[in-house]
Structure formats: C-alpha cells, structure tokens
C-alpha cells in the first residue's frame, strides 16, 4: 500500500491566527471538536500521526483547549474507534468520560468515542495508540461498555506500553516506513492485551506474539542490568505464563534467557565504547551489566564480539 507507515506531521504555523482553531478543527482531527480556552494568545498545535489499515499513531500537542467527542467522524469503518491514550506532558486535565476523571502526566486511560466525552486540558501533549472497535470488538468478545475513561495502572505491560509509545513516536522521523510499521502494530498488540486483561484478567501471549515480543524485550533492555532478571520475572512482568513467553521467542528461533545474556553483553559494549562508561573500572561495567563475576562476563564478551571487554575499550580510544 503506497505510504503505508508514512510519518505525517501538521502544526498551525503559517495559518493566520484567525483561522487557526478552524483549521485544526476541519482538516487535522477527525474524532474531536476542538474549542479554545482563551489566554490572549493565538493558537498553536502540532499532530504527528502514522496510520495503518486498523490502528493508527498519534500524538497532540496544543495550547489549553476544551474538546468534545465528534459524531460521525470516526476513521475506520465499523462504528467508533477506542483508544488507548498516554498524558505525556499536563499541568491539568479533566476528561468527563462516564464520570469525572482527572489527569495527570504520565497517566494511562481509555477513550471510546461512540459515547458522549469532554476533556480540558491546560497545554499538553498525549501519545495514543487509537483502534477499531472491531478488532477490540473481537478481542474483549462484544461487550465494551466498561472501558470508557477507564485508568490503567501503568505496571507490566501497560508500563511498556507508556515507554514504547514515547520512544516510537520520539524516534518516528528517523525510522523506516517499514520500521513505522511493526512499532505501530506492535503499540497496537500491547493496548489490545491490556485491553484483554481488563475483561478476563490476563492477555493471551499467543494471540499477540509481535506484541508480547515487543514488550518482553524492552523489559529485557530496561533490567538486564539486574542479575536477578530470569524468564519467570520477565514472564510475571509481563502478566503472562513463562511457557507462553518461551513459544512466543521460539517463533523467532530466540531463547528466553539467551535474549537477557545479549541484552547484557549489549549494554557492556555500549559503556565501554562511550563517554558515558569513560571512568568506569571494568569489573564496575560487569556488575552494572547484571554480571556478578568478571570472569564470566569477560568470557562471555569475547565469544559475543571477539575481543575482551579491555580491548574493545582500548579499540574504540585509538579511534576517537
């Protein structure tokens, strides 16, 4: 599909200040009707959306503004959309969603736009991943009536699903269309287990494996550093069985246990060879790396890259 994955960017600059709010309102958003709260200042706002064929990217950022739910304006075809939304940066947020409910930064909620919904918000800037109710339709088994303005404790997977989002859409114009693709389905198949885990108290890994995949390695990436991190943590971290975790990385021909040694000997590569990691005896480099003994970290460096963690350091100084 020609554009499949296309980063696309809007801001109200160079629209004259007059017109601002009606543009951002008829040609940007599509399920929110925008209405300024006035501070004297013209309005400005910046959207970055990646759209596949059932979900779609998205991140606002604008100056205080009262939104309501748009009828009619959904994108995909078979009724309203749901959305998993992250509060990036608020000072304050009230989002009148089956209730009151008040934001903060940082905090993880629901928004299903087929029911009536007004949220004010101070300058912001939210990160959410939107789907069709469909596929959430299929997931939860029909019954959606719980999840509007719904929290989510951002703990395991909901946890990843807030760092992913971020990261993704921080690093979104230096990615591939290709590589735009699998972050977005992959924030698509994390909102759509926590989503599961709300109705039947845990997602299904199998169901999900890009997600699950996803999300495992970036707890992997976070706590390698941990000597304790074993398979059963990543496992209970993630909210699903350890045999659900390991058919998940044997798709892939990968281990469990074998993905945290990478992870790592990775993380050591990267201080050795950084200014980060400059003043840092080796043997501190092993421990911060999840190794409790020097000799096996330095064993297990050099099967990984052929050479000792020493040399790669005295390599990388010879050709700064």
Known sequence: MPGYGRLVELNTDGVPAEERLAFWRDTVLKRTQPQIIRNGQPFKARLKRIVLERTELVEHTSDA???????????????????????????????????EHRLKSGDLY???YAKP?????????????V?????VAEVMGGDLSALAGRQIAPRGMAGI????????????LFMSEAERVVATNAAAEMALVILQATRVGTGDAEQFVDGFHVAASRLIETQCGDPDLTPDRVANGLGCSRASLYRVFARRGEGVAEAIWAARIERA???????????????????????????????MFKRRYGATPRDMRQASRAQA
């Open 65 to 99: 503004v009262q939104a309501l739910r748009a009828p009619g304006r959904s994108r995909f075809d078979g009724g309203d959309d749901i959305a998993v939304e992250l509060m990036r940066d608020c000072r304050s947020a009230l989002l009148d969603h089956d209730g």
């Open 131 to 135: 789907l069709s109710r469909r596929r």
């Open 161 to 172: 699903l807030r760092q992913h989002l971020k990261i993704t859409l921080d690093e979104a």
């Open 269 to 299: 590569r990267r201080l050795l060879t950084s200014q980060e990691g400059t003043d840092l005896m080796i043997s501190d480099v092993a421990m911060l790396c999840g190794f409790r003994e020097l000799p096996t970290f330095t064993r």
């Open 117 to 129: 919904m007004q949220i004010i918000r101070s300058r912001h800037r939210s990160s959410g991943i």
């Open 110 to 112: 629901v928004v299903d």
